[in-house]
């Protein structure tokens, strides 16, 4: 596995010192998917689903907050919502997003590995494409069962060990032979093994899929996701103008780079 990705260190320091990495690879799967219903709608109407009146809600890595930001516009009047990273940029980044509402909003630096909440605070804990960035999962799963109350529910995202294959296939020719696959930092929590973790502390675990796959039609912004991510560091800058030029090669020949995705949401009741 790529130790970077798990790295607490590296996570806070650089690639998650503050919003911008993140943003990046935000905005390309917003501008260049092929699902027309957003993502983060999609994971706020489970929500939905179990806590359509008053509760209290945690986050835990809530990174930039882009979860809220794509649904303040429909959240309940009786919803108090705790927001948490372990990143102090992230905080900040998270802290400008509900500006405005903090009547319902707390956000506070903290460990999902050691949450600074008494047993059974929340109805509802989200837990969204994080948990295989975590070094220690089932002390992390573990706390998340603690600050759960009886009935409560894990909304936890990730992805599949084949998401985005197509795109580390397109960089790999331009690492050494040494560098880490890109893809592994994933496989610690993906859809393929999620449900067994979570089984050993949540007592009904189910899995729903959001179908979804990328139709890439500019280099740039296919270049800067791949230049946010932790595998940059092994690319020489004419690895990187190579790089660049073969992705509009691509595009030039074939209208789009195309990508595939495996992404869904376990749900995991306390």
């Known amino acids: 596995m790529s130790s970077a990705w798990s790295d607490p260190d590296y996570l806070r320091s650089r690639q998650y010192r503050d919003a911008s990495n993140l943003d990046v ?9 092929t699902n027309g219903y957003d993502f983060h709608r999609w994971v706020f109407d489970h929500v939905l689903d179990v806590l359509f009146t008053d509760g209290e809600v945690l986050e835990a890595g809530c990174g930039s907050a882009e979860l809220w930001r ?3 516009d429909r959240l309940p009047s009786g919803w108090y919502v705790t927001l948490t990273d372990f990143s102090p940029g992230m905080v ?3 802290e400008r997003v509900v500006a405005g509402h903090e009547a319902q909003f707390t956000v506070r630096e903290a460990n999902i590995q050691e949450l600074p909440f008494p047993d059974a605070s929340f109805d509802v ?11 220690d999962r089932e002390q992390a799963l573990a706390e998340l069962r603690r600050v759960l109350r009886p009935g409560g529910r894990l909304f936890a995202a990730t992805n599949g060990q084949n998401h985005m294959a197509g795109l580390m296939e397109l960089v790999a020719p331009y690492l050494p032979a040494a560098t880490p696959h890109p893809s592994d930092y994933g496989r610690g929590f993906s859809l393929e093994n999620g449900a067994e973790q979570l089984a050993r502390q949540f007592v009904r675990v189910s899995l729903d899929r959001y179908e979804d796959g990328l139709v890439i039609t500019e280099a740039g912004p296919l270049l800067a996701y791949i230049l946010s991510m932790s595998m940059a560091h092994a690319l020489s800058q004419e690895d990187i103008a190579r790089l660049a030029k073969d992705l509009e090669d691509r595009i030039a020949a074939n209208g789009a780079v195309r990508i595939a995705k495996e992404t869904g949401l376990f749900v995991a009741i306390r």
């Open 92 to 94: 900040e980044a998270a």
């Open 70 to 72: 794509k649904n303040l």
């Open 125 to 135: 804990a989200i837990a969204n494409h994080m948990l295989y960035h975590v070094p």
């Open 25 to 33: 690879r935000i905005q390309l799967h917003q501008r260049f998917s």
